[in-house]
């Protein structure tokens, strides 16, 4: 570091930097970058190799004819797949030595013949899963999520499935291992009980191991059943079976701290809470109809029991209402990726699933939610839409 005006006098650096308030590790930072500097700017290059301080090559160089012999042979077909470590020990065995591997790949790099494979790798990318159903047993969806065991049971393994448009728990099992054979037996069992004809129903789940085992494929293939997938690490393209868990795991009577006794300690109590879900649990995302009602048709008589039942209260006290009320209406279709909620008000006529709250009324507040499985919000948080 310079400091203009200072007499050559007998102080040291450390007075000096003192005097000046400037820390000593930043001036002598500061001293080795600029040597750093100058030194770098003092060697001429040439092309992509070193020269010496006075312009001349350095001895070690390959003449331009060893360099285009060299390339000559990296290009043969007997060669042309094989790195230069590889081509170096081949030659060395062959007594032949031309120069080190590390000379081949800056000859290479000078006529830009390198490249790294990974560069050429293309991710191969999904489809979005997009269904629609307008109807029960159109679109079914199914995972699998784990019970925790006892202290040496391990895990037990819940399969279950959902019809995306009734939200009914059509079929479930739990049993020790994931297996494809496992899956492939309820949904045979749940295609015959359901009445299931071929080319109806489009199964969806995640990519799982049981999901696409050979024996699983081929089991929808036979029945008739089309398969559908979610992209890879996207837990949003099977929303329906994931809000199930969630509801299925944050009830009172589900074990937080401990965990089930055994196998049939779960299974007790996946048969309480699944008969809870389908014909008590009146679900926000089916205009507060148990998944029963909607599976079996019964959704168009019991909202118009419903209309008449907000109607009397609107003639009784319409000082009470801002515009005379209307059920919650069944939403026409249920979708997997379908159109945002904007487009589906633009299309579906008939589609007013949410109006304002003073507008909802369906009466019998205190049947909403069973006494053994309710969903107590201050205790479990808010549900979700898809619950």
């Not at 006794?261 to 649990?281: K, P, S, V």
Request: charge should be positive; include cysteine; proline fraction near 6%.
């Amino acid at each position: 570091m310079r400091v203009a005006g200072m007499r050559p006098v007998s102080l040291t650096v450390t007075a000096c930097l003192d005097a000046l308030g400037i820390p000593s590790s930043t001036y002598y930072q500061r001293r080795k970058v600029d040597a750093a500097a100058q030194s770098a700017a003092s060697e001429p290059t040439q092309g992509d190799g070193k020269m010496k301080k006075n312009g001349a090559p350095p001895r070690c160089r390959l003449s331009l004819e060893e360099e285009s012999r060299v390339l000559e042979l990296m290009r043969s077909p007997a060669l042309r797949d094989q790195t230069p470590y590889e081509i170096y020990g081949r030659l060395v065995d062959e007594g032949e030595y031309l120069c080190h591997p590390s000379t081949m790949y800056r000859v290479l790099n000078r006529n830009q013949e390198v490249k790294t494979k990974r560069d050429e790798v293309r991710r191969v990318l999904r489809p979005i899963p997009k269904l629609k159903a307008t109807g029960p047993n159109q679109v079914w969806t199914w995972d699998i999520s784990k019970l925790k065991g006892a202290y040496g049971e391990g895990w037990y393994m819940l399969y279950a499935m959902m019809d995306i448009f009734s939200r009914k728990v059509v079929g479930w099992r739990v049993e020790y291992v994931e297996r494809a054979e496992m899956f492939v037996e309820l949904m045979t069992q749940t295609v015959g009980r359901e009445g299931i004809r071929p080319q109806q129903l489009v199964m969806h789940s995640d990519n799982g191991a049981a999901m696409t085992a050979h024996v699983t494929v081929e089991m929808l293939h036979a029945l008739g059943v089309e398969r559908s997938h979610s992209r890879p690490r996207t837990s949003n393209d099977n929303p329906f079976i994931e809000s199930l868990f969630k509801t299925f795991k944050n009830q009172p009577k589900y074990p937080r701290r401990s965990s089930f006794e055994d196998i049939e300690d779960a299974r007790g109590y996946c048969r309480e809470f699944f008969d809870w879900y389908n014909n008590q649990h009146y679900h926000r995302g089916i205009a507060l109809l148990t998944p029963n009602m909607v599976h079996h048709g019964q959704a168009p008589r019991i909202i118009a029991e419903r209309q008449l039942v907000v109607d009397k209260a609107f003639a009784a006290h319409p000082e009470r209402f801002g515009r005379a009320p209307k059920a919650l209406q069944l939403p026409p279709a249920s979708y997997i990726n379908g159109p945002d909620k904007e487009a589906r008000k633009r299309h579906d006529k008939s589609g007013k699933v949410k109006q304002k709250k003073a507008d909802i009324h369906t009466g019998g507040e205190s049947s909403m939610e069973d006494a053994n499985f309710s969903l107590d919000k201050t205790r479990n948080g808010s549900r979700p839409d898809n619950e």
